[in-house]
């Protein structure tokens, strides 16, 4: 019997949490089996005892901290889950989205045998591993003067003197040494530093047959000092063998360990996969909980809806990646290119004339085509998504308008199936709303179109099927941006809200299928429906729905939490110029903006603009912290608040959409502290 994420209750198998700094470390009686946590997770492993559902555990753990890391927690069930670590864990089917947004790349193709997962000393010595760490980088850097060059050139001269079995023999023993040598030496780098090495075993990879030792006990460490000191020896600690041997060693083994060292050095600076280079870069540019967004976590259509101001913190990581990258694959597809020319002729004679040792060609060729492939999946998955992801709306869009016209002998029906889903017309019996679409008008509206004039009177409303639109307002001699709104939702609604000229202006932003709904048939649809009997619930129900169904963060709510959200909340009218709280203040509600807009000021100084549509103070439930922000209207506005019990109730039933708000309100959180420290180096008032 399987069951969803939320209703999911997690069983660990019996074992033990020890604390160690500012982690946890949960072993269970297997020896195989480890893993460590952050330690705001102990909860987490505590509740896990096969009596509360994944989401009686995140409500648990809001009242006790005040808070849910939503997205530490989803990994932490992740990679619990993949581990083994549950005994009823094929109980559990993860959502296909938030799979791949946990799931991270694969590094390499390996089999692995294990004899011992676990590794403890008695007692660890920081000092000694910093000075045997240091000793290593140093010797590493000198044996770096034997780095080629011209490699191909090396190991052309080199298989001159050499038998095709004997060559792939030295290679391979070479390249199996050497990794062994390096993973016994992360092994003592890891008892020096934590006293703790896991995930033992031998392994068979396109290295050879050789030691490996995982690298989790480094999230033990508590200093970016130590953490780039053994991602940096990583990379580099095969030129310590290099240096050490070549006085010693014929030139007949130098000249293959240099070649191997030259091809583990190069592949371990692969951004692509889980490399030391990568995991390097990441301790020295992101913060330790984070992940890294978008590039070694494929992204789920929830948090690619972020903004990319929201991904700031990690802005500059991406592009050093892509720039890292680029220059890797650049160098990639150099050496593909020169090996092809220098040794594809030789390679391809062999073949034609079989011969006994024609399985050398063979293997050679085939990790040649794997090597290529690899650099072509790279540069299409990465390089090209992320010039191509920004300009997936525009194309998505295009595509549905396409199909839509060529599907208009059923444009009703589908309209229907359309404006079914949301809120407001949910109210509905579907015979009413056939008759609503009956006896309105679908029109098309090019790119740049002015769809309501500002000033003009209101008799109709709208609910844009296709396109998106913009909500512009006339200010003396400018035009405001107010919001962006996406299909499907409700606009041009101030024709049921008051009998009054337009407040704003429509513009359709790209190219647009709209419904023109007559505003007095909709009202008597209205009054004859069971569920919006009275005008003034009607237009208050228009004016939550028209937000909840046009807002890109909580569009994807269910009905039933739309309803219970506006049960649950209430409308407040604010005046021009009055604050809606102030910094420092408590928070206990989280506040949407159905009409006009706010100011956000930190320490008395401006920091953004927020207009219909948005939403604010949700920092304070979300980190369980005071208000870091003033918020004052700019204009008179209209706001539907609710309360923190109703918010984190409804979070906990959509935990993607908890995720999505904790991501929001971190780098808002981030953004708040960043004015705050500038504005007290320039020694304004606070």
Request: aromatic share 12%.
């Amino acid at each position: 019997m399987s069951s969803s994420l939320e209703n999911f209750k997690p069983k660990l198998r019996t074992g033990r949490v020890i604390p160690q700094g500012s982690r946890i470390i949960f072993e269970t009686d297997n020896p195989y089996n480890q893993i460590i946590l952050p330690m705001n997770l102990a909860d987490l492993v505590l509740l896990c005892s096969g009596n509360f559902s994944v989401r009686e555990i995140i409500e648990k753990i809001y009242k006790k901290q005040g808070a849910v890391p939503f997205k530490s927690i989803l990994q932490a069930v992740h990679i619990l889950h993949q581990g083994g670590f549950f005994e009823n864990g094929d109980e559990l089917e993860f959502h296909p989205q938030l799979n791949s947004w946990m799931d991270a790349k694969s590094s390499s193709w390996h089999l692995s045998w294990r004899f011992g997962q676990r590794i403890v000393a008695s007692s660890h010595s920081p000092t000694t591993y910093y000075i045997v760490t240091l000793v290593a980088l140093v010797v590493s850097i000198l044996g770096l003067q034997h780095f080629p060059s011209e490699p191909l050139s090396l190991l052309s001269e080199w298989l001159g003197g050499e038998t095709p079995a004997s060559a792939a023999l030295k290679l391979l023993i070479c390249s199996s040494l050497t990794q062994s040598a390096r993973h016994l030496f992360r092994a003592v780098q890891m008892l020096l530093l934590t006293g703790k090495a896991y995930n033992v075993s031998i392994r068979a990879s396109p290295w050879g047959v050789h030691l490996h030792v995982g690298d989790e006990a480094s999230d033990l460490f508590e200093s970016k000092l130590y953490t780039t000191m053994f991602h940096v020896s990583q990379i580099v600690i095969g030129w310590f063998f290099v240096y050490c041997l070549y006085p010693r060693a014929s030139s007949a083994w130098i000249s293959p360990l240099v070649i191997a060292n030259f091809l583990i050095t190069f592949w371990e600076l692969n951004p692509f996969v889980n490399s030391e280079g990568l995991k390097l870069l990441q301790s020295l540019m992101t913060s330790r909980e984070s992940e890294i967004a978008a590039w070694h976590f494929e992204a789920s259509k929830l948090i690619r809806s972020l903004n990319l101001v929201s991904f700031r913190r990690n802005q500059e990581f991406a592009r050093f990646c892509a720039a890292w990258g680029t220059l890797w694959l650049a160098g990639g597809l150099v050496l593909v290119h020169s090996s092809a020319v220098r040794f594809g002729p030789s390679a391809l004679n062999s073949l034609i004339h079989f011969g006994p040792y024609s399985f050398v060609p063979v293997l050679g060729l085939f990790m040649w085509l794997a090597f290529l492939f690899h650099l072509v999946q790279s540069f299409v998955e990465t390089i090209v998504a992320n010039f191509l992801r920004p300009h997936w709306n525009v194309i998505h869009t295009r595509a549905r308008s396409w199909i839509l016209r060529q599907n208009q002998e059923a444009a009703n029906e589908n309209i229907v199936h359309a404006i079914e889903d949301l809120p407001l017309f949910s109210h509905f019996q579907e015979y009413q709303l056939q008759q609503i679409v009956k006896n309105s008008q679908v029109v098309d509206f090019p790119k740049n179109t002015f769809i309501i004039i500002q000033g003009d009177q209101a008799r109709e409303l709208y609910v844009l099927v296709e396109g998106e639109i913009e909500i512009l307002r006339n200010k003396g001699n400018e035009m405001e941006a107010i919001t962006v709104q996406a299909a499907v939702s409700i606009f041009g609604e101030s024709a049921l809200l008051e009998d009054s000229p337009r407040a704003a202006q429509v513009k359709a932003k790209t190219r647009v299928r709209a419904l023109k709904i007559p505003v007095p048939f909709l009202k008597k649809i209205a009054e004859e429906s069971q569920a919006v009997r009275q005008l003034e619930d009607f237009r208050n129900a228009i004016l939550v729905n028209q937000f909840f169904s046009s807002s890109p963060v909580f569009r994807s709510l269910s009905h039933d939490s739309v309803e219970f959200l506006c049960s649950r909340g209430t409308l407040e009218y604010f005046d021009e110029s009055q604050v809606v709280f102030n910094q420092g203040d408590s928070g206990d509600s989280v506040f949407m903006i159905l009409r006009g807009s706010v100011n956000v000021e930190v320490f008395g100084n401006p920091v953004k603009r927020m207009s219909q549509g948005n939403f604010f103070g949700e920092i304070a439930l979300i980190a369980n912290l005071p208000r870091t922000a003033t918020v004052v209207t700019n204009e008179p506005s209209v706001f539907f608040r609710i309360s923190a019990d109703a918010f984190w109730e409804v979070l906990v039933q959509h935990i993607d959409l908890g995720v999505f708000l904790e991501t929001v309100s971190e780098n808002r959180l981030l953004e708040d502290l960043n004015m705050s420290q500038g504005t007290r180096r320039t020694g304004s008032d606070s």
